[in-house]
């Protein structure tokens, strides 16, 4: 039997309307390289692959809702379930990741 995610995936589309929301944070666990080269307008960048990404996601406040993305929604995805072992629970992954962004970037 399958766990159940702890996250949900989302289209574009319902990414860019919570982005909209309060108390919604964006973050982007690509690389600081991939972050410089064009990034969704308000993220912040906490690299999935550095050894501080879980010391910093740590430090987070679990009561906000966390939209994630990375390049194709892979890294995020496992960025997700770390953040879910943490204790966070609104955690929103980004389908397909910023390849499938039809909106601005920045």
């Known amino acids: 039997m399958q766990n159940q995610k702890k996250y949900e995936d989302i289209p574009s589309g319902t990414f860019h309307d919570l982005m909209l929301q309060p108390d919604t944070v964006i973050i982007d666990v690509r690389t600081a390289g991939e972050f410089a080269s064009g990034k969704i307008r308000g993220a912040r960048n906490l690299d999935m692959m550095s050894s501080a990404f879980a010391s910093q996601v740590r430090n987070l406040p679990k009561d906000k809702t966390y939209l994630l993305y990375c390049r194709s929604g892979n890294r995020s ?4 379930e ?5 204790g966070f629970e609104k955690l929103k992954n980004l389908s397909g990741g910023i390849m499938s962004w039809p909106f601005e970037t920045v």
């Open 77 to 80: 995805g496992q960025a997700c």
């Open 82 to 86: 770390i953040m879910a072992e943490m």
